[in-house]
């Protein structure tokens, strides 16, 4: 059931939230290469240094249900494009509460974004997923997202 009554908000004094969600990131079948715990590891890691630090371009947000409970959140930073030098919002991380999942936290998570990357004179909204994270990329097509470059990886040890 959608609900779409959700106050977006600059994330503060949020780590415990945000980073509680990092297990979220894996809970779907990894390309053999990838370690689950390294990639919790790795998530973790950058995660807590943005928000620790506060870098020049990066934006965390956290999205709140109509009684103040937070529900998700998106990490967004503004890049710069390879081929135009025009900037683009890159997602870097969007996750959403289990018990707030299917109520429209992610589109509205979303679609702040959208607005405030239109705000920040923003060519291209870009974001990575994995292939096995079916419900992501479901969401991100239907949401009109389309594949831009593909990103292929082969171990070599």
Request: net charge negative; glycine share 8%.
């Amino acid at each position: 059931m959608a609900d779409s009554t959700f106050l977006i908000r600059l994330a503060h004094d949020d780590d415990d939230f945000i980073l509680g969600l990092v297990p979220r990131f894996v809970n779907f079948t990894l390309p053999a290469w990838r370690k689950r715990q390294a990639c919790i590891e790795g998530i973790h890691s950058d995660l807590a240094r943005h928000l620790d630090e506060s870098p020049a371009n990066s934006y965390l947000f956290v999205a709140e249900d109509a009684g103040g409970e937070r529900a998700g959140f998106i990490h967004m930073q503004k890049t710069r494009d390879f081929f135009t030098g025009r900037g683009n919002c890159h997602v870097s991380d969007l996750a959403v509460a289990p018990q707030h999942e299917r109520r429209g936290v992610a589109r509205a998570l979303l679609a702040h974004a959208e607005d405030w990357a239109r705000g920040h004179d923003c060519q291209l909204m870009t974001l990575a997923v994995f292939p096995g994270n079916e419900r992501a990329r479901a969401l991100y097509e239907s949401a009109g997202y389309g594949i831009d470059l593909l990103r292929m990886a082969k171990p070599v040890r």
